[in-house]
């Protein structure tokens, strides 16, 4: 069994060294796919220096496109059984990898998402963030018969033939809604687990804001109504 961790990165240069020596350390056979969408901040000439370790393949988009771009570009290339979207920053612990996979590699599931409410330790990001994100998960939930605690999370895992399988339009962070709405859409109750969650703020880089909110609400009606 293959993991295949695709990594979106954009202007991550304080996180990126730190990022891929907690996804190397994970105990399982992995390529990591990471995908530079047109940093500007060094970020693309520090992977540069990535392109010689053997598990890891760097691939550069000339102009910044989104995330969901990235995503996408990466699925083209990934070669594992399974892939898990990881996302540049430290907001996520790649030691929940093998639990999250486990469902898959068993056969029971073809996709698992990581729900950071499932762990109440948790710590959160902004109000403002917390409250887009259970707007989003609770529309998704009425609109696509799903059960889910965090449709916004990053850590969305799938077995890739399923995933290679879906067809992808996003550009951007409706990345998440799209996948969401697509698998839904095949008759999938999508399986949750706990994940660990270290959230950071924007001055630290993050990146999302309020408009990929309601953007995501959009993606979700469209792709109820319209596709």
């Known amino acids: 069994m293959l993991l295949s961790v695709l990594i979106p990165a954009y202007n991550e240069i304080n996180n990126i060294d730190t990022l891929l020596e907690k996804v190397q350390a994970v105990p399982l056979a992995k390529e990591i796919i990471i995908v530079d969408d047109g940093s500007t901040d060094g970020t693309r000439e520090r992977l540069n220096t990535y392109r010689s370790v053997p598990n890891i393949q760097v691939i550069f988009h000339e102009h910044n ?4 771009a990235a995503i ?23 030691m929940d990898y093998p639990a999250l996979i486990q469902p898959i590699v068993d056969g029971k599931e073809k996709v698992i998402y990581g729900s950071r409410f499932l762990k109440p330790e948790n710590r959160h990001s902004y109000y403002s963030f917390y409250i887009g994100g259970q707007v ?15 449709e916004p999370t990053c850590y969305k895992v799938f077995d890739t033939n399923f995933l290679r399988s ?21 008759g999938i109750r999508i399986k949750e687990l706990p994940i660990s969650y270290y ?29």
């Open 65 to 68: 496109q989104g995330k969901g």
């Open 72 to 94: 996408r570009t990466a699925i083209q290339h990934m070669t594992g059984s399974i892939a898990i979207v990881q996302d540049a920053d430290l907001e996520y612990e790649p």
């Open 136 to 150: 989003v998960t609770l529309l998704t939930n009425i609109l696509f018969n799903q059960r889910l605690t965090d």
């Open 166 to 186: 879906i067809p992808l339009e996003c550009t951007r962070f409706e990345f998440c809604p799209e996948v969401t709405a697509k698998v839904a859409k095949r």
């Open 199 to 227: 959230p950071r703020s924007i001055a630290e880089g993050k990146k999302i804001s309020w408009l990929d909110g309601i953007e995501a609400i959009w993606v979700l009606l469209k792709y109820r109504i319209v596709k």
